[in-house]
């Protein structure tokens, strides 16, 4: 495979459910990311790893926990969520922190709380 | 003010036409823009990147910079019915900063 992977595609998860999104680049970047995309708003930054090191936590609340085990994987653990948490969340990769060649993203995922 | 604005559309350009989006942004500090493209329920995909006043040209896109201006826009020039979505602007103050993103702009084009 090649780019970055998102996966699963779709998630319809309760309020009291706990499920994990994962990512997955093969690129060989070192930088990775969490965006937050919902109806009629602007992408917003979530998270930012740098080499498996969270380097940039934008104020998310802490139902949403992230984990970088290697420059390659990505995860976002979700639990207790609520209904506005519903969005788009997209993975992406760059070869350096804010590199100035853009960033490469994944599919994404539908989030559905219900 | 937001960071980074550009009008929501839908911008509707007849088929051969040449489509202009809009950008500005609010940190006059800021020093790499971006255009993404983004198809309806697709992830957004790197179209551009533009660093110094002027035009930079790639095919029938062409981005435009005036940082006196705060201005970044994006013409596609015979504009295609495959050139339907929507537009992000972004923007980069300097190395490892993190990429602001405008809401988009919807584009359809109309054979």
């Known amino acids: 495979e090649t780019g970055v992977t998102q996966t699963p595609r779709h998630l319809v998860m309760g309020m009291t459910n706990k499920k994990s999104l994962k990512c997955e680049q093969h690129?060989?970047?070192?930088?990775m990311y969490w965006y937050k995309q919902s109806a009629k708003k602007p992408l917003e930054l979530m998270f930012v790893?740098?080499?498996?090191?969270?380097?940039e936590n934008n104020s998310v609340p802490s139902r949403f926990s992230p984990e970088c085990p290697n420059s390659s994987h990505l995860f976002l653990h979700l639990h207790t969520l609520q209904p506005e948490d519903s969005a788009l969340y997209l993975c992406?990769?760059?070869?350096?922190?804010?590199?100035?060649?853009?960033?490469?993203f994944g599919s994404g995922t539908r989030l559905t709380v219900v | 003010q937001k960071e980074v604005e550009q009008n929501s559309g839908p911008l509707s350009v007849p088929e051969g036409a040449i489509a202009s989006l809009n950008c500005t942004y609010s940190?006059?500090?800021?020093?790499?823009f971006f255009w993404y493209r983004q198809y309806s329920g697709k992830s957004p995909e790197l179209i551009m990147f533009?660093?110094?006043?002027g035009d930079k040209e790639d095919g029938r896109f062409t981005a435009q910079l005036n940082k006196a201006s705060q201005y970044v826009s994006l013409l596609i020039r015979d504009s295609q019915p495959s050139d339907s979505a929507t537009y992000l602007c972004?923007?980069?103050?300097?190395?490892?900063?993190?990429?602001?993103f405008g809401p988009g702009t919807s584009l359809s084009v109309i054979p």
């Open positions: 992406a990769s760059s070869q350096v922190p804010g590199s100035n060649y853009g960033y490469t």
């Open positions: 690129l060989g970047h070192n930088a």
């Open positions: 790893y740098s080499l498996e090191e969270r380097v």
């Open positions: 940190d006059r500090g800021s020093q790499s």
């Open positions: 533009i660093y110094s006043n």
């Open positions: 972004a923007v980069k103050k300097t190395s490892y900063d993190k990429v602001i």
